[in-house]
């Protein structure tokens, strides 16, 4: 049985995090070891992991100082693969991949656009942005989350090679059931037409400019803006929500469990993010059937959309343009099915498949099948 080890730094609710999760479940499920070496004790979707694998705690308070305990846990777990998730986590096991403490094959499974978040980071990206020149090339391979952030950082580490290639995130197809007390209360308060989006929310979703656009759809069409999830934006978000005069008409839903009982209220999905290394939002929605409109951000967006095929793109940041695109999309009859079925395309178990084949572990289980 070929075992192998998740190197994470926190149980947080996040898109990494749950496809992380998904991706462990489905290769457990085809008989693979699966086992997770963490830097921090807690978080949200822990519970979720301790209930169904071996998590080695580092107790280390920071990923940049956790080397010495990983490279003795991976010793010890002694792993057929080591994947280090996300980029500190990648650096550290890079860099005792470097120094000749880890042996153990390492796979780097990054889930960012590495020169866009390098960039919004300032100075320390640009220290970043050095470390991970020198150190990526340490993996055995890096596997990206979409084409264009693979082809990102291939051209971000240049002139030194790395060994990278894409393999889509996994995503379930969600399931609508019984609403809770609270999603009864927030569902009471929706009108139609719902313009719909989830996500945390930060900066890089860029909800300011989504709020604008609202502001303009709204002024001759009314409805609701419903708005899934938490973050350290809220705050500021809620108050330029007031300040455009939008009041109950965006519902601040918060961190719903399964927010599928809520978008399947929607009438149209948008993504404003200023960058998506994958968009994992955009297709539950899809699964839901709902049309989407999204910004065209580096980089996945247009990948999953195929270059508009299935929704609309606008550029980042223009309100205008998004308003524009959802007064479209409403007026314009689409084919649930055809939206539903595009979903699928990225479900758990071709995820797996490309990833098992990143890892060198696995052929498709349909050319296993054929041989």
């Known amino acids: 049985m070929k075992r192998i080890a998740f190197y994470m730094p926190f149980l947080a609710v996040g898109g990494a995090e749950k496809s992380t999760l998904w991706m462990a479940q489905e290769l457990q499920g085809r008989g693979y070891d699966i086992r997770f070496i963490v830097d921090r004790r807690g978080g949200p979707l822990e519970p979720a992991y301790a209930a169904a694998f071996p998590i080695r705690y580092l ?70 942005t050095q470390a991970i020149r020198a150190l990526y090339g340490a993996c055995d391979r890096l596997i990206c989350v979409s084409r264009g952030a693979a082809e990102d950082a291939v051209a971000l580490c240049a002139p030194n090679k790395i060994n990278a290639r894409f393999v889509y995130n996994p ?35 860029d909800y300011t400019t989504l709020l604008r656009a609202f502001q303009a759809f709204a002024r001759g069409n009314g409805g609701s803006l419903l708005l899934i999830g938490e973050g350290e934006e809220r705050n500021t978000l809620e108050l330029a929500a007031t300040g455009f005069g939008l009041g109950e008409r965006v519902i601040f839903a918060g961190r719903i469990d399964n927010p599928a009982n809520l978008l399947a209220r929607a009438d149209v999905f948008i993504s404003s993010s ?41 550029p980042v940041g223009d309100a205008q343009a998004m308003s524009r695109a959802v007064r479209e999309t409403l007026a314009t009859p689409h084919d649930s099915e055809t939206q539903k079925a595009r979903a699928r395309e990225f479900s758990v178990a071709n995820a797996a498949d490309a990833f098992l084949i990143a890892l060198d572990m696995e052929p498709p289980r349909e050319q296993a099948a054929a041989a």
Do not use: Q
Request: glycine share 8%; aromatic share 2%.
């Open 274 to 314: 200023i960058t998506e290394s994958f968009g994992i939002a955009i297709v539950e929605a899809m699964s839901l059937g709902l049309p989407i409109v999204s910004t065209d951000c580096p980089t996945a967006p247009r990948e999953i959309l195929d270059n508009g095929r299935y929704g609309k793109l606008v």
């Open 59 to 128: 107790d280390a308070k920071r990923t940049a100082l956790a080397g010495a305990k990983l490279a003795r846990a991976v010793k010890e777990e002694a792993p057929d693969v080591l994947v280090a998730v996300m980029t500190h986590n990648i650096l550290t096991a890079a860099l005792m991949k470097r120094l000749g403490l880890i042996r153990t094959p390492l796979i780097g499974w990054e889930h960012a656009v590495l020169s866009a978040m390098r960039a919004a980071r300032g100075p320390r990206g640009k220290m970043e």
């Open 171 to 205: 995503v379930p197809p969600p399931a609508t059931g019984d609403l809770s007390p609270r999603e009864t209360a927030i569902a009471a308060r929706i009108k139609s037409p719902c313009v719909a989006s989830l996500g945390r929310l930060t900066a890089a979703k």
